[in-house]
């Protein structure tokens, strides 16, 4: 079974500076997809990024790009510019390649906070 | 405006009782799906249906049950035999296939059993 797992319960960053927050995963299945999501206090999950497996290009929206090290299974997310609306849950998940409708199996998440 | 919606926002139930949660989308998405989700853990997924009348299980099934008699509606029933229900529940749709759709998730319902 894949599991995935998030080591920061909490971090914080100062407004304007970089973060990054760090996931793994185990999986035994050589193409799958991982994503970031994010859940602000209103608890809404919004998705912030995804990845490939089989893409060796790291994954970037905006301000958020992602580290992807397939052979460490580490994905982890940087946070460029941080703002006051980047304070939530961030949660690292992964899905199968494989199967029309695959759950996400998802980490324990880390909450983010940012200060002036 | 295309989305889900679950209603309502808060329940609070009676233990012993059966309580129904609703999750409604109008992407047109075939596949959708039940979170939990307790303090300090991740989304746990509860059931999952890729389409009409059908649905299978996830990884903590025990205590709930479901229905897909439409394409828009993926009822969630938390039955007594839950032993644990007060959390909060989030409904998920992706279209179906094979290539990276993300989960779109709706605003979630807490539940509240005492």
């Known amino acids: 079974a894949q599991t995935v797992t998030q080591s920061q319960p909490e971090m914080s960053v100062q407004e304007a500076e970089t973060v990054t927050l760090s996931c793994t995963y185990d999986t035994s299945e050589s193409d799958y997809y991982l994503f970031w999501y994010k859940q602000p206090p209103s608890r809404q999950m919004i998705l912030v990024i995804r990845?490939?497996?089989?893409?060796?290009q790291n994954a970037t929206e905006n301000r958020f790009s992602v580290n992807f090290q397939k052979a460490a299974k580490s994905f982890s997310l940087k946070i460029s510019d941080s703002q006051l609306g980047d304070a939530a849950m961030y949660f690292c998940a992964y899905r199968r390649h494989t199967g029309t409708a695959s759950k996400l199996t998802f980490g324990t998440g880390t909450r983010l906070q940012v200060t002036l | 405006d295309g989305g889900i919606t679950q209603s309502p926002k808060y329940l609070f139930r009676k233990e012993g009782q059966n309580v129904t949660l609703s999750c409604e989308q109008n992407?047109?998405?075939?596949?959708m799906y039940w979170y939990r989700q307790d303090p300090g853990q991740g989304l746990r997924l509860i059931y999952y249906?890729?389409?009409?009348?059908?649905?299978q299980k996830g990884d903590i099934a025990e205590g709930y049950s479901v229905s897909r008699e439409k394409k828009e509606s993926f009822p969630l029933t938390v039955t007594s035999a839950q032993k644990n229900p007060t959390a909060f529940y989030l409904c998920a749709s992706s279209p179906r296939g094979t290539t990276v759709y993300e989960q779109y998730f709706g605003p979630g319902t807490r539940l509240t059993v005492t």
């Open positions: 992407l047109n998405h075939d596949a």
């Open positions: 990845q490939e497996a089989y893409k060796q």
């Open positions: 249906s890729q389409i009409v009348n059908d649905f």
